[in-house]
């Protein structure tokens, strides 16, 4: 029998869906009436649904398809242009990213994954606030360093006492939400029982890789970008690297793995491990 593959595009107003391999497309508006329109078209017998994520615009249409029991496969945009690419086809119009999105379901014969629950989906929304004063922090507190004026002085203090306070309460907001899901607060138990990881750390390790305790530690370690990609060909070796995965959760672990390397035991055994095998620390 032949697989039925979807590809949608998705945008803020509408979804521009292409059946695999027959060929036939359709326009759908981004809203409830669309969505059921929608899947009447797609079916039942459909093998994947796959589509890029694009901010909030495509958490209705994908949460109503979840409902419905279809296969969602959410794929990186990037590699998903590399595809097309690969293909050969450059033109980008929102039906031709809906064809393409289609064929390389197709091709590659991806798999569906569990979505974000609405919880995840909540605090992903609260960390992506919280990095945001992060930077905003560090750009006040920068501009500290420069101001002569006392009005700005002055203007800049209150800013950074605004932006403490709201961390605090974004922090006291994901915790509480955090332990209010069981699996999630055992998942938090868990990881700030390893020296060196606090709570802002193991929040973030919730937030941006729930598949974490359900992996095998190459997979982990692939998924956070921290596996040293080989560069090999012919008789020539070169320095492998990493590169790719989630720099959000790269970024959470760089600076606990620091102090890990000096106050954690078993982890330290391994950095000295590491080094005696000659290998080189890499930047997050």
Same mark, same amino acid.
């Given at each position: 029998?032949?697989?039925?593959?979807?590809?949608?595009?998705?945008?803020?107003?509408?979804?521009?869906?292409?059946?695999?391999?027959?060929?036939?497309?359709?326009?759908?508006?981004?809203?409830?009436?669309?969505?059921?329109?929608?899947?009447?078209?797609?079916?039942?017998?459909?093998?994947?649904?796959?589509?890029?994520?694009?901010?909030?615009?495509?958490?209705?249409?994908?949460?109503?398809?979840?409902?419905?029991?279809?296969?969602?496969?959410?794929?990186?945009?990037? %590699?998903?242009?590399?595809?097309?690419?690969?293909?050969?086809?450059?033109?980008?119009?929102?039906?031709?990213?809906?064809?393409?999105?289609?064929?390389?379901?197709?091709?590659?014969?991806?798999?569906?994954?569990?979505?974000?629950?609405?919880?995840?989906?909540?605090?992903?929304?609260?960390?992506?606030?919280?990095?945001?004063?992060?930077?905003?922090?560090?750009?006040?507190?920068?501009?500290?360093?420069?101001?002569?004026?006392?009005?700005?002085?002055?203007?800049?203090?209150?800013?950074?006492?605004?932006? %403490?306070?709201?961390?605090?309460?974004?922090? %006291?907001?994901?915790?509480?939400?955090?332990?209010?899901?069981?699996?999630?607060? %055992?998942?938090?138990?868990?990881?700030?029982?390893?020296?060196?990881?606090?709570?802002?750390?193991?929040?973030?390790?919730?937030?941006?890789?729930?598949?974490?305790?359900?992996?095998?530690?190459?997979?982990?370690?692939?998924?956070?970008?921290?596996?040293?990609?080989?560069?090999?060909?012919?008789?020539?070796?070169?320095?492998?690297?990493?590169?790719?995965?989630?720099?959000?959760?790269?970024?959470?672990?760089?600076?606990?793995?620091?102090?890990?390397?000096?106050?954690?035991?078993?982890?330290?055994?391994?950095?000295?491990?590491?080094?005696?095998?000659?290998?080189?620390?890499?930047?997050?």
């Amino acid at each position: 029998m032949t697989e039925i593959t979807i590809g949608v595009d998705v945008s803020k107003e509408a979804l521009d869906a292409y059946r695999f391999p027959d060929g036939e497309s359709r326009h759908f508006d981004n809203n409830a009436k669309g969505h059921k329109a929608l899947m009447r078209w797609i079916g039942s017998e459909v093998t994947r649904i796959v589509y890029e994520p694009t901010g909030a615009y495509h958490r209705g249409f994908e949460c109503r398809l979840a409902e419905a029991g279809l296969a969602l496969v959410k794929v990186n945009p990037r %590699q998903a242009r590399r595809f097309a690419e690969a293909t050969g086809k450059l033109a980008k119009t929102d039906r031709c990213d809906a064809a393409m999105l289609a064929r390389m379901g197709a091709v590659l014969a991806l798999t569906a994954r569990p979505l974000r629950g609405a919880l995840l989906n909540e605090l992903k929304d609260l960390h992506m606030a919280r990095a945001a004063l992060i930077k905003d922090r560090t750009a006040a507190r920068n501009r500290a360093k420069t101001l002569t004026l006392a009005l700005l002085k002055r203007q800049n203090g209150e800013r950074l006492k605004q932006i %403490q306070r709201h961390l605090g309460d974004l922090d %006291q907001t994901i915790l509480a939400l955090i332990k209010t899901d069981p699996d999630l607060a %055992q998942r938090l138990d868990i990881l700030t029982s390893i020296p060196s990881v606090s709570h802002a750390t193991a929040c973030a390790l919730i937030i941006d890789m729930p598949e974490l305790g359900a992996l095998q530690p190459s997979e982990a370690a692939s998924l956070a970008g921290l596996a040293p990609v080989a560069r090999q060909s012919g008789t020539w070796t070169g320095r492998a690297f990493i590169r790719g995965g989630r720099a959000n959760v790269r970024q959470a672990l760089y600076m606990p793995a620091l102090v890990a390397m000096r106050f954690n035991p078993d982890l330290k055994a391994k950095y000295q491990a590491l080094k005696a095998a000659k290998r080189s620390p890499s930047p997050p």
